[in-house]
């Protein structure tokens, strides 16, 4: 059982303005679970059957292109939510490998344990379907950052986000979560020195 944190009922209650009571109603459903870096949390093909909240560490989500490049879908920091939501919806393996980048501390919740509150407890659900929309609304304004925005704009919105990205993860990391190379991002850094 997880303790109450006040942290992370702040977080909740940005998705959905839920009670002291139901966090730890919710809490008590919850495991710790710590990893050093560069292990796998979700890896390729497996079969998710847990969500995620980060407490301590960076996380990334990418993916292997046939040609052996990572492409690293996003980066999680404390106090972020995140699954392979796709494969646990579906019930499907996951095509993403998330994986700690730096040591790790996570509270992990069975999926199946939440839809089962979230039938018996409203404001559960709502926490849930608040979720899936900050979920949607992050995703969408990402795509929206790659289509209209350069390199050198995006480094700057990620430096926003996670102002100690460059000391936490390696640049080839950075780079990915970019689309850029590696040596893209060197001239980039370069310009602010």
């Given at each position: 059982?997880?303790?109450?944190n ?8 940005s ?6 009571k ?8 919850c ?16 079969k ?11 996380v ?12 690293t ?9 995140f ?9 499907k ?5 998330y ?7 996570l ?29 949607f ?5 990402r ?10 704009e995006?480094?700057i ?17 950075i ?19």
């Open positions: 059982m997880i303790e109450y006040e942290a992370i009922h702040k977080y909740l209650i998705l959905h303005a839920i009670s002291k139901d966090v730890e109603y919710l809490l008590k459903h495991t710790l679970r710590r990893c050093k870096a560069n292990t796998p949390i979700v890896n390729f093909g497996e998710p059957e847990t969500v995620y909240m980060l407490t301590q560490g960076v990334r989500s990418y993916i292997l292109l046939e040609n052996g490049r990572e492409v879908k996003s980066l999680f920091t404390p106090i972020d939510l699954s392979s939501f796709t494969a646990l919806l579906k019930q393996a996951s095509l993403f490998c994986q700690a980048l730096t040591d790790c501390e509270i992990a919740i069975n999926f199946n344990k939440i839809r089962e509150i979230s039938s018996e407890n409203m404001d559960v659900l709502k926490l849930y379907v608040g979720y899936l929309e900050h979920v609304s992050i995703n969408e304004d795509h929206l950052k790659i289509l209209s925005k350069d390199a050198k995006r480094y919105d990620l430096k926003k986000n996670i102002p100690d990205i460059d000391d936490l993860i390696p640049q080839y990391q780079a990915a979560y970019l689309n850029i190379t590696p040596v893209q991002l060197s001239r980039i850094r370069s310009t602010f020195k």
